[in-house]
């Protein structure tokens, strides 16, 4: 039974693999076109595209997995049935249950995969690239550091502490610079909001070094014009899809206790950690749809049954995670839903078979 495994685990995997390589080439392409447009923006190259692509490409991976894994395990499968291996392990004996535990063992890894490309490979890169290419564009220098968010504004350098949604910033620290680079001004506010096309300043402390003494002063508020916008700003957060589970659940635990909305990111959030259930989900579903109504057909036809039914997991994941959003449905449900009727599909198809 292990050779057994690793035969039909090998096969299915490899499927996998080349599917997912053939998907993410495809995407990355389009993405290069669209993004190929931008050029010419600040100091935004035709190396830089290449590169901010590059970069991206693990997030696209990350979102395509599913389909990856339905697709290939649908040609994995496929390929064997075409060669008659399926008939004979049945023939000798094999039942479809063990089977179907031989797909599973090779999805167990390909959960596996997805999850280092979700929580420490996606997140990291995705975050550099929009880095990179905001800063390229408006021709600033940005950098995050655990100290917060550092960029140059002109002579000036700011480091923001927290960035908060609804373009807020908490804890800003404005350092102004002479011609000689020589320390002029030293502001630090509480709180900042993005209002009519300027920040407004809350909290002030400001301290004045001037060439014979030093001068000290608070404002209850003020206005701050400045190259950085909240487009700017944005970049520092990943999106919440790309953002690794335990951070998800930090940042949902800190909205709720500054009372504000948070059902986007627990929709996210519980949507990763249904993610290596669904990819389970995929690859037993192709198990009945080989041995039943996709048989006897080839590859081609295949292929476009398991790419109507990605792209039908796909828009029904979108649909729900809008709509637990816009009608506040329980973000478990909308994240659940449709890996569970995936999952029944499958259960369904299995019994027709037998």
């Known amino acids: ?20 390589v ?27 595209v290449f590169y901010y692509v590059l970069l991206i490409l693990p997030r696209r991976a990350y979102e395509v997995f599913p389909m990856a894994v ?10 064997l049935a075409n060669n008659s291996e399926l008939v004979a392990m049945r023939a000798a004996g094999v039942s479809l249950a063990r089977i179907i535990i031989s797909v599973l063992k090779a999805g167990v890894l390909a959960m596996l995969v997805v999850l280092v490309i979700g929580e420490a490979i996606a997140p990291n890169t995705e975050q550099y690239a929009e880095r990179m290419r905001a800063s390229k ?12 968010f550092w960029a140059r504004d002109g002579s000036s350098f700011v480091n923001i502490r927290q960035i908060l949604p609804g373009s807020q910033l908490r804890d800003i620290y404005i350092y102004e ?38 001068e000290s002063r608070s404002l209850d ?33 800190f909205m709720h206790e500054n009372g504000q909305e948070a059902t986007t990111y627990e929709v996210a959030f519980w949507s990763k950690v249904i993610m290596p259930l669904i990819t389970l989900v995929m690859v037993f579903l192709a198990v009945p ?16 049954a ?25 973000p478990l449900f909308a994240a659940a839903v449709p890996g569970l009727l995936f999952l029944g599909i499958g259960f369904w198809f299995v019994r027709r078979v037998h």
């Open 1 to 20: 039974m292990r050779v057994l495994d690793r035969y039909i685990g090998g096969s299915v995997l490899l499927s996998i693999f080349i599917t997912l």
């Open 22 to 48: 053939i998907l993410v080439v495809l995407v990355g392409f389009v993405t290069l076109m669209d993004e190929l447009g931008s050029v010419g923006k600040g100091d935004y190259t035709t190396a830089d």
């Open 70 to 79: 339905l697709l290939g395990s649908l040609v994995g499968l496929g390929s």
């Open 137 to 148: 564009m408006s021709q600033q220098i940005t950098l995050k550091s655990k100290h917060g």
């Open 177 to 214: 610079f002479s011609q000689e680079r020589e320390l002029r001004v030293s502001t630090q506010a509480d709180f900042a909001q993005y209002q009519d096309g300027h920040w407004l300043l809350r909290g002030i402390s400001q301290t004045r070094f001037l060439a014979d003494r030093v």
């Open 221 to 253: 508020e003020a206005t701050w014009d400045s190259l950085l916008n909240p487009n700017i700003l944005n970049v520092v957060v990943v999106r919440p899809t790309m953002l690794p589970v335990w951070g998800l659940y930090q940042y949902i635990d």
């Open 289 to 304: 749809f080989v041995f039943g109504v996709l048989r006897s057909v080839g590859i081609g036809q295949r292929i476009f």
């Open 306 to 330: 398991g790419s109507l039914m990605g792209l039908a997991f796909f828009l029904l994941n979108k649909v729900l995670g809008h709509m637990a959003v816009v009608y506040s449905l329980n």
